[in-house]
């Protein structure tokens, strides 16, 4: 499900938003080390053809960038999307090994309150 290549040394999950109902995530390898992002709505879209993949959609939000690096063009950079869509994946499917997940809604009056959040292509 997830890129073989990311581990759980890649990010730590932080609580950077203070009383918010979600934690974020830090980035601490590569390129993008030090960024730090919230994770939004969460899909997956069943594929029409019994032989293709079922696909991961999402929305982030960057909370902290580092010098060096631009918010713009994080968010334009299919590289990034594609990495942090990595992590995501490696954090679902860790989730539902370890049974340590939750399904259904829940107050979201903690989200980002300019709902900035990218949605991924």
Do not use: C, W
């Not at 938003?17 to 590569?30: P, T, V």
């Not at 029409?48 to 060096?68: C, M």
């Not at 490696?90 to 903690?110: C, P, Q, R, W």
């Amino acid at each position: 499900m997830y890129n073989n290549n990311i581990t759980e040394y890649d990010f730590e999950q932080i609580s950077y938003i203070e009383d918010a109902e979600y934690d974020s995530f830090k980035l601490l390898s590569g390129q993008y080390t030090g960024v730090v992002l919230s994770y939004g709505a969460i899909s997956f879209t069943e594929p029409l053809d019994k032989d293709a993949k079922a696909t991961l959609k999402f929305e982030y939000a960057i909370n902290y960038v580092p010098s060096g690096l631009d918010t713009v063009d994080l968010e334009s950079d299919i590289d990034f999307n594609n990495y942090v869509g990595d992590i995501l994946s490696f954090v679902l499917d860790s989730a539902f090994t370890d049974g340590n997940y939750k399904i259904g809604d829940t107050k979201h009056e903690h989200r980002d309150p300019d709902n900035n959040f990218t949605e991924s292509d």
